[in-house]
């Protein structure tokens, strides 16, 4: 049973000694120390987190919530929110790019639906733990009761545990809902105390008149909440979606069980910072993937203080990007364990 603000709970520790056995390692590799770059401190990474000095990846996982969100009817996206439903159908018919990602790399993908507007359980291969039809409208009030917001905080949660329980030690989360680059702008504007308008970006595709009155609407709903919001829930419950509730508990499960965390794009980022604005210890457990082209996942980077591995221009969401910088990742593992030191392959060292 889930006790009352289990999120409050600590997180495991990081193994300071594992981390300088792991650096001392890559010292003596057969290369000018630090000229792998991102590489190096990755594997080091891992290393704290998994308590080895030889860190391995084998059963990563990607959950990927779903969500539809009620201000679409604003009209803040380029598309109807039947895709929602239509994307998940394509999830789990493999035609997704973050289904045709993780088939290539032998991740496990499970796709988790918290509250679509329509009805979509005859997709038998998805989860189905829906909350309600979709959050409100938050223009014109809550997206969710804190009931709900704390259902969804708790559906993450036992979706992570989940994924520990099978095996996971790799975690990576994504998002599927139309209208959530508008639920991530306005729960991260609240969050950072920052204007919204500089927080919103196309999204799927919004662009000039469009994104001006996309604009407004999150302007006018950030000045509606900000009179209700005296902590990080109360703006979940404000302005936040489903989804984003669900993986935010999802890294602070996932961190308190020591299992990794790979965080994706901006709305997965939106998510991880209010993860660790409910429990500061989640950021040492979290790694960060690319950087959006979504211009809000800077503020959200910065305020995290946290160094994506890639930059490739990306803002498709649903965990793509996690899944194709996982392969970084796998690769960075692959040389800290595999090659040579200076003893072993008899190469004299730096004086």
């Known amino acids: 049973m889930t006790h009352k603000n289990w999120w409050l709970d600590a997180t495991a520790p990081l193994s300071a000694s594992a981390r300088g056995n792991a650096q001392a390692h890559q010292d003596q590799l057969t290369k000018p120390q630090g000229s792998l770059g991102r590489l190096e401190s990755i594997a080091i990474e891992l290393a704290a987190m998994q308590n080895t000095s030889k860190p391995q990846i084998k059963q990563p996982h990607m959950l990927v919530f779903a969500g539809d969100h009620g201000v679409v009817t604003q009209g803040v996206s380029a598309f109807p929110q039947s895709v929602t439903i239509a994307m998940l159908a394509n999830f789990v018919n493999g035609g997704a790019a973050v289904a045709t990602s993780c088939k290539q790399q032998g991740i496990q993908l499970s796709v988790i639906n918290c509250g679509t507007a329509a009805n979509c359980e005859h997709l038998t291969q998805i989860t189905h733990k829906p909350i309600m039809a979709g959050t409100h409208d938050f223009s014109e009030q809550a997206a969710m009761s804190n009931e709900q917001a704390l259902a969804a905080l708790s559906l993450g949660k036992e979706q992570a545990e989940r994924a520990h329980q099978q095996g996971c030690d790799f975690l990576m989360l994504g998002e599927m809902g139309i209208g959530n680059t508008s639920a991530a702008s306005c729960l991260s504007a609240l969050l950072l105390e920052q204007d919204v308008s500089d927080l919103t970006g196309p999204g799927t595709g919004v662009e000039g008149a469009a994104l001006t009155r996309k604009k407004e609407i999150l302007t006018a709903s950030v000045a509606r909440a900000k009179l209700l919001v005296k902590n990080p829930l109360d703006a979940l419950a404000q302005v936040g979606g489903l989804e984003i509730a669900a993986i935010a508990a999802a890294y602070i499960r996932a961190s308190q069980l020591g299992m990794p965390c790979f965080v994706d794009g901006f709305i997965t980022t939106a998510a991880a910072l209010l993860a660790v604005k409910l ?72 004086a």
Not at 294 to 306: Q, Y
Request: glycine fraction near 8%; charge should be negative; proline fraction near 3%.
């Open 279 to 350: 429990n500061p210890g989640v950021r040492q457990w979290l790694l960060f993937a690319h950087h959006s082209a979504e211009c809000g996942h800077s503020a959200l980077l910065s305020a995290l203080d946290a160094e994506p591995l890639l930059q490739l221009g990306m803002r498709l969401g649903e965990g793509s990007g996690a899944a194709v910088a996982y392969a970084t990742v796998q690769q960075a593992l692959t040389i800290h364990n595999n090659m040579a030191t200076f003893a072993q392959a008899a190469v004299e060292n730096k």
